[in-house]
């Protein structure tokens, strides 16, 4: 049996006579017109990137969710449509192209494929997705690399007048690098859009002898107020939950508050976050503003 690892080329691997076109098809896959993989393995996001370039012909530069990828960013669906800045509009199922203007300074190689850079990524994320996705995906982008705020102003100078700058413009106050998970961001945008103070990311919390006892998802180490997100790794993996029972029983003894917050009160009940980060903030003497 005659395979070939990863998204291909049927006709230059016909031509190279790397496989036959009874093993193409047998033991292959099209995932995009003329670009084909092994049949049972499933695509990462960056295998369907690499494929949409393929598929481009090798003339497209990756974009959007797909830059994110190959950057490094977490939480990318592999079945998302991959992203290409292109030419040809009249892409197949699951690859959107865009017909942006790209400055040479806003191309880099990674992988060794052209990839829009964190900074112009960023700017294009924050544009084209909605308010709270975009900040998560930027918070993931910014997590992954060491792109700043002021580096995607620096990409919005040089693209007036482009669509989304509105929208852009005001979330990127609200973005943060420190965030490493959607939920975290989402726990974050949640308590800043309803007026509380902007928390601290990644809080390190130290005894006496300056030893780290804990890090926080987020918080007001001035307050000694802290937030985390629960998430499933928390419960299923024992080793993380005794080091969680362990750490939440010394932040008391600290004098540290921590809110736990989980999946289900974000989508179901976000009040009782609000209410309980709340009432810890005014014990600790911060004036109600929300």
């Known amino acids: 049996m005659q395979t070939i690892a990863g998204p291909f ?9 790397a496989l036959t076109l009874r093993e ?55 079945d998302v449509p991959a992203e290409l800045v292109h030419t040809n509009r009249r892409a197949p199922q699951l690859i959107s192209v865009h017909s942006d203007t790209l400055l040479p300074a806003e191309i ?11 900074a112009r990524t960023a700017f294009d994320l924050g544009r084209r997705l909605d308010f709270t996705t975009a900040i998560q995906r930027i918070d993931a982008l910014m997590n992954a690399t060491d792109v700043k705020v002021d580096d995607v102003w620096s990409v919005l100078a040089q693209h007036g007048g482009v669509r989304g700058l509105r929208q852009l413009t005001s979330l990127l106050d609200l973005v943060d690098g420190g965030s490493e ?16 103070p902007r928390p601290q990311t990644q809080v390190r919390v130290c ?51 921590d809110v736990r917050v989980t999946s289900s009160m974000l989508h179901n009940n976000p009040r009782v976050i609000l209410d309980r980060v709340g009432q810890a903030l005014m014990a600790r003497g911060y004036p109600r503003t929300w």
């Open 181 to 196: 998970s959607p939920y975290e961001s989402l726990t974050r945008i949640l308590l800043v859009r309803n007026g509380f």
């Open 9 to 17: 080329r049927a006709a230059e691997a016909l031509d190279a006579k």
């Open 24 to 78: 193409l098809r047998r033991f292959h896959r099209a995932v995009y017109p003329g670009v084909w993989t092994p049949r049972g393995v499933e695509l990462s996001a960056i295998d369907r990137a690499r494929a949409a370039w393929l598929w481009s012909g090798r003339r497209g530069v990756l974009a959007g969710l797909s830059a994110s990828a190959l950057l490094g960013a977490k939480w990318i669906d592999p």
């Open 207 to 257: 005894d006496g002898d300056g030893y780290v006892v804990a890090r926080l998802d987020m918080g007001w180490p001035e307050y000694r107020v802290g937030v985390d997100f629960d998430g499933a790794h928390h419960w299923t993996d024992p080793k993380q939950r005794s080091k969680d029972i362990e750490r939440y029983a010394r932040l008391p003894e600290l004098g540290w508050i």
């Open 108 to 118: 880099q190689q990674t992988r060794g494929l052209p990839v829009t850079t964190p």
